[in-house]
C-alpha cells in the first residue's frame, strides 16, 4: 500500500476517534444470551441482541442445526441456480411465505442481500420508487442499484408520502413503489402502514415493507408490522432476516406473490452470484418457524419486558421516547457522552452499544438497548440501576 494513501487513512480514523464515534468491535467468548461471557472471562448482561424471542442459542436451534448437518451435510458449495438448492431451502420458502400470508418466498444469505438485488431486478429507469427517509441502509443500497427515479418522504409522514406520489406521477412514472421499513430500526418506531397502504392505493402504487425488526414478535401472531398495522394482503413484498427472532444466525428472505418470487429468481444478483444459505441453518429456521408459531407466551412477555423497562428509565430521569416495540433508545444526543455511558456500562456489569454518527444522524447519539422475552424483570430492574451508576459515575468525574 502506499504510504500516503496508509497516512490519508489513518488521519481518517483518527479524526473518528477524537469525535467519540469509533466503532470498535467487542468480543464475547461464548454463546449469544441475556448473560454473556466477555474475552476476559467476565459476565456481563446483554442488552443489546435482536435476540427478540432468545432462540439464538436456544435448544429447538442447536438440536435442529446438529441434525441438518447429518441429514443435509455442512455446505452446498454453490449458489442456489446451479446445485445448491436443497428440499429443505424449498420448504423453507414455502413455510416463511405461508407465516407472512404471502404466496411465496426467495432466500438469500441476508435481509441485506434481499434489499440489494430486489429494486434492479423489478423497475426500470422508468418506474418511480418512494423511500422512507430512515430507511435501512440496506434498502437504501439496493435502491441505488436500481435506476428508477428516486423521491424520498419525511419519516412515517404521510402528507410527504403524498406529496412525493404526485411528484412521481407529474415525473411521469410508470410503476411506482414505496418503500419502508416496518420497524424503524433507530428508534423502535413502527410504520404507519395503514396510511402507506391508503396513499398506495390511491396513487396505484406497490407497498415493500422490511420487516426485520417485527417478524416473529410484531402482531398478536408474530406475522410482523402488517398484522399489526391491519393490512395484510395490502403489502405488495415484504423482506425480513432469519438473523433476529427467527433465530439469530443469518439469512434473509423476499416474500411475494408468485410471479415477483420467480422474476426475483432470474434476477436477483446476491441470489444469481452468492452462495445458498447453509443447511444447518435453512433446518433450524424451520424448525425455529414452528416454534415461533407457537410462541404467544414468549411475544406476550416480551411486550411485558419493553413495558417494565421504559417505565422504569423514565422513572430513572432518564430519556426514552415513547414507543411500543422491544427497541429502547436512551437519548444522549452527544456522541462523546453516549460512547463513555456504554463503556462505564460495560463496568457496572451491563453490555449495550452506543449509536452514533453515521448510524444515526449527528447530535442524536443514544444507547439502543433490545429487550428479549428471555430477560427476567430482575435483570430488567438491575440495568435500569446500572444506567444510573454509570451516570452518577460519569457525573462524578466532570
Ligand atoms: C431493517 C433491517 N433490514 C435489513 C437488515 C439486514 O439483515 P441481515 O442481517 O439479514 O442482512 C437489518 C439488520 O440490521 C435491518 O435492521
Not at 435442529?64 to 441456480?81: E, M, N, P
Not at 426500470?124 to 428516486?150: F, M, Q, V, Y
Not at 412515517?156 to 414505496?178: F, S, T, V
Not at 415493507?209 to 414478535?217: E, K
Request: glycine share 8%; charged share 25%; aromatic share 8%.
Amino acid at each position: 500500500m502506499a504510504d500516503s494513501f496508509k497516512t490519508h487513512l489513518d488521519k481518517q480514523l483518527d479524526a473518528i476517534r477524537e469525535s467519540g464515534m469509533y466503532k470498535a468491535e467487542r468480543i464475547i467468548a461464548g454463546p449469544q444470551g441475556t448473560e454473556i461471557t466477555l474475552e476476559d472471562g467476565s459476565h456481563v448482561l446483554n442488552f443489546c441482541a435482536n435476540n427478540y424471542l432468545g432462540l439464538a442459542n436456544h435448544a429447538v436451534m442447536r438440536e435442529s442445526a446438529h441434525k441438518a448437518i447429518d441429514d443435509y451435510g455442512y455446505g452446498l458449495s454453490s449458489v442456489r441456480f446451479i446445485c445448491g438448492t436443497q428440499t429443505v431451502h424449498r420448504e423453507l420458502e414455502k413455510r416463511l411465505a405461508d407465516f407472512v400470508k404471502m404466496e411465496d418466498a426467495i432466500l438469500l444469505a441476508s435481509c441485506f442481500d434481499a434489499n440489494a438485488g430486489l429494486f434492479e431486478a423489478l423497475l426500470t429507469a422508468e418506474d418511480a420508487i418512494i423511500s422512507d427517509r430512515l430507511n435501512h441502509a440496506s434498502l437504501i443500497d439496493g435502491i441505488r442499484l436500481c435506476k428508477a427515479k428516486r423521491f424520498r418522504y419525511e419519516n412515517n409522514d404521510m402528507n410527504d408520502l403524498e406529496k412525493q406520489c404526485q411528484a412521481a406521477r407529474d415525473a411521469g412514472a410508470r410503476y411506482i413503489m414505496i418503500v419502508t421499513d416496518g420497524v424503524f430500526s433507530m428508534d423502535g418506531i413502527i410504520a404507519n402502514l395503514k396510511g402507506v397502504c391508503d396513499i398506495a392505493e390511491r396513487f396505484d402504487a406497490m407497498t415493500v415493507v422490511d420487516d426485520s425488526h417485527a417478524t416473529g414478535f410484531v402482531g398478536t401472531h408474530g406475522r410482523g408490522t402488517p398484522e399489526h398495522c391491519g393490512v395484510e394482503g395490502r403489502i405488495d413484498i415484504l423482506t425480513s432476516t432469519l438473523g433476529k427472532a427467527l433465530g439469530g444466525a443469518s439469512g434473509g428472505f423476499v416474500a411475494a406473490s408468485k410471479t415477483v418470487v420467480d422474476m426475483l429468481k432470474q434476477k436477483s444478483r446476491p441470489y444469481l452470484f452468492s452462495n445458498a444459505v447453509a443447511p444447518p441453518i435453512a433446518a433450524a429456521s424451520l424448525a425455529g418457524l414452528t416454534w415461533v408459531e407457537k410462541a404467544d407466551v414468549e411475544r406476550e412477555r416480551l411486550q411485558d419486558n419493553h413495558k417494565r423497562f421504559r417505565a422504569g428509565m423514565r422513572d430513572a430521569g432518564f430519556d426514552c421516547p415513547k414507543g411500543d416495540h422491544a427497541i429502547v433508545p436512551v437519548m444522549f444526543y452527544e456522541e462523546v457522552l453516549a460512547s463513555n455511558m456504554a463503556k462505564q456500562l460495560t463496568q457496572e456489569g451491563v453490555y449495550v452499544t452506543a449509536f452514533t454518527y453515521p448510524v444515526v444522524p449527528k447530535g442524536t447519539a443514544r444507547i439502543r438497548v433490545q429487550l428479549s422475552a428471555a430477560h427476567t424483570a430482575e435483570q430488567i430492574d438491575q440495568v435500569i440501576k446500572a444506567f444510573s451508576a454509570a451516570k452518577a459515575s460519569l457525573d462524578g468525574e466532570s
